[in-house]
Nanobody, 125 residues
Framework: QVQLVESGGGLVQPGGSLRLSCAAS????????IGWFRQAPGKEREGVSC????????YYADSVKGRFTISRDNAKNTVYLQMNSLKSEDTAVYYC??????????????????WGQGTQVTVSS
């Protein structure tokens, strides 16, 4: 059974950092692009970042560029999102998603196959 499980969310003060993890089970992540998305209350889900299958290409939405870093450890079947200099507007439920191909289109995986259940990130003083 294909499953993605996010973890690492929580409450953090503005300017703080969090690292999200997305662990895959039931399949190998090696061949696929992985992306992070977020959905704030009352807003549509938006793409945040994407990494291709080999990990040598990464892409970011302008709103997080320079603050967030996506990475992957294919040996651990896990993708990470390091979030630094967090702002209140980063508050959202964060989701990971796997594409059906090894590449990203823009900053989202091409042809998404599966989603995780999400992890809440709250940035507040």
């Amino acid at each position: 059974q294909v499953q993605l499980v996010e973890s690492g969310g929580g409450l953090v003060q503005p300017g703080g950092s969090l690292r999200l993890s997305c662990a895959a089970s039931g399949f190998r992540l090696d061949y696929y692009a992985i992306g992070w998305f977020r959905q704030a209350p009352g807003k549509e889900r938006e793409g945040v970042s994407c990494i291709n299958s080999s990990g040598d290409s990464t892409y970011y939405a302008d709103s997080v560029k320079g603050r967030f870093t996506i990475s992957r450890d294919n040996a651990k079947n896990t993708v990470y999102l390091q979030m630094n200099s967090l702002k209140s507007e980063d508050t959202a439920v964060y989701y990971c998603a796997v594409g059906r191909y090894p590449f990203c289109t823009g900053y989202v995986p091409f042809n998404i196959g599966s989603w995780g259940q999400g992890t809440q990130v709250t940035v507040s003083s």
